[in-house]
């Protein structure tokens, strides 16, 4: 009787808690958006429900509605304008001005070896802060950008937890060599290959650690980083601390994925007849004793392959100041399982900036580490093919103790037919892990008897060991050689190391109407890779080892010239000397030149108050590509410009 009295008190409350989250639900506002410049409506205005993915956009005539919680938080964006959020306090009509954002205009974009003002960008730069990237439970930085920038094509490269994506700007380059983009972190350009164990050479950035994304488009932006440069290149800028009292931060977030929708096979009935239809007609080969081999299950394999995944995601992060030095530390726990069964990917990351300033502010010093530490269940991706071609008529499991108790094609005599997929799944242990470290030191000098002129010195080192396994027993039904079982244990192990050394000046002067920013350095890049691999089964054992390193040396330069605001001219110059490459063919030039004029400056259009920005550009560069396929071969640089680089590994042509 008591436990029939207490059910009952917990049907009540869970129906009052419903209906009070039903009436929560139920606020519905409405509005209209209008510009603070001439009171126009905004169509196309983003209306988001602060901390939530529920949202909506205004309709041609600036007019919206969208249901909310009592008490939520709206936030208003639209390009060009400023960001607001607004409390519905009870409200149900909200008319909102939008106020254009006379600051992004003087925002600073992060271009290669310096900074440049937004309004004066000559080529075509690209910039997003972490207001505006992707939410949810995120493993990968790249998450954040997809859909984000014109031109800029991010695609996963499998969907896996984890998994690395297919970036691309502007579409590829080359047939044969690398397309991808350069990726360069707090000024450090990361080694694109990754050493194994880890499917993301990205993953050792949390994504909740990035301040910024700025994607450089064309060649007369991109041209400054020279053979590299080709496929574009991406600039990521982490979180620094400000100075201040302490502030502690957490944010954390659970997520379900669930899949969607399956491809549409046939079941058991359907395939059997079929068959029968097939067998009769004579035309397919079909005999009694291959229709004997069908089985009396009804299996549809793509549902037994599949999981609802739950996934979170936790960070934790301090800043302020001690002793007037500025930090941010910062801890990231990811858990993010594949809607495949047993895939899944556990990422631990440290993330330390400091950020000192001494003699007055003459003297700023950039001190970053950025650590990971991944383990990565990749399962067997080739379970999804299987599970769509399999005999829907076969069971999971026969109780066949000599392939562990699953169904094979083997036990009826086939030694061609596929592969059982829920057995490639259970009976696959592929796991890796991997460890990296990015840690650089930017430090930037102010010379106190020349103001103009900054010395800039960036030391960093990019540090990766993976290893891992893939490994399945030797009663694996999926994999034999004609009939007999083999097994399967493959194991591997990499390390990835790049040194870098830049050092460049940068002299700045505003004379009257005439603004001219030069910058002139060197650069000195190293990378070394190993890699071990054994793959063995019962009939064979091969092993495969590799060492590569290779060097690259540049001399660098840029001009950025401003007249009276309005007319704008950037010229850069790079040359490039690659161990990749022969010694007849080592170094190349590489030139860019572009113009700028500031439409909306001029007098004509200085009254019209429905265009906030208009600039016409022009720009030409040439880039390099310096990732070509090949083998490594040893070799050594030549003496150049007085320097001196030997013992190094270069590519044979």
Known sequence: MKLYLLSKKVFILVFLFSGYMAMAQSNKVTGRVTSGDDGTTLPGVSILEKGTTNGTVTDADGNYSISVNSGATLVYSFVGYATQEVAIAGRSTIDLVLLADVTSLNEVLVVGYGEVQKKDATGAVLSMSNKDFNKGVLTSPQELIVGKFAGVSVTSNSGAPGSGSTIRIRGGASLSASNDPLIVIDGFPVDNTSPGGLSNPLSVL????????????????????????????????????????????YSGNVSV????????????????????????????????????????????????????????????????????????????????????????????????????????????????????????????????????????????????????????????????????????????????????????????????????????LNVGLDNSISDGYNRAPLESGFIHSTGTLTGRDNTYSGKNKSELLDFYVDYSKQVGSHKIDLTAGYGWQHFYREAQNTDSNTLQTTNFQSKSENFLVSFFGRLNYNYNGKYLLTATLRQDGSSRFSEENRWGLFPAVALGWRLKDENFLAGVDQISDLKLRVGYGVTGQQEIPGQYSKGRIRENFGRRTAGIRNRSG
Request: hydrophobic residues 35%.
């Open 257 to 456: 994925s669930t899949p969607v929708k399956y491809l549409d096979v046939m079941n058991a009935t359907e395939y059997k007849a079929l068959v029968d239809e097939l067998a009769l007609t004579g035309v397919s080969g079909i005999t009694d004793a291959d229709k004997a081999k069908l089985g009396d299950a009804d299996t549809d394999w793509q549902k037994e392959i599949f999981r609802n995944a739950i996934s979170h995601d936790h960070n934790l992060s301090a800043s302020g100041s001690i002793k007037e030095i500025p930090y941010r530390i910062s801890y990231g726990y990811t858990d993010q399982q594949g809607i495949l069964k047993t895939t899944g990917v556990q990422r631990n990351s440290l993330n330390i900036n400091l950020t000192p300033s001494l003699f007055d502010g003459s003297l700023k010093l950039s001190l970053s580490a950025k650590g990971s530490y991944t383990n990565s269940n990749f399962g067997d991706a080739g379970a999804v093919g299987s599970a769509v071609a399999f005999d829907p008529t076969q069971p999971v499991k026969d109780g066949n103790d000599l392939y562990g108790g699953y169904f094979s094609w083997l036990s009826k005599g086939i030694t061609n037919g596929t592969g059982n997929p829920v057995a490639m799944l259970e009976q696959t242990d592929n796991q890796g892990t991997a460890k990296r470290i990015i840690a650089n030191a930017l430090v930037e000098y102010r010379l106190p008897f020349f103001k103009d002129i900054k010395v800039n």
């Open 206 to 249: 949390n994504p909740n650690d990035i301040e910024t994304f700025t994607v450089l488009k064309d060649a007369s932006a991109t041209a400054i980083y020279g053979s590299r440069a080709s496929n574009g290149v991406i600039i990521i800028t982490t979180k620094k601390g400000e100075p201040g009292k302490l502030q502690l931060s």
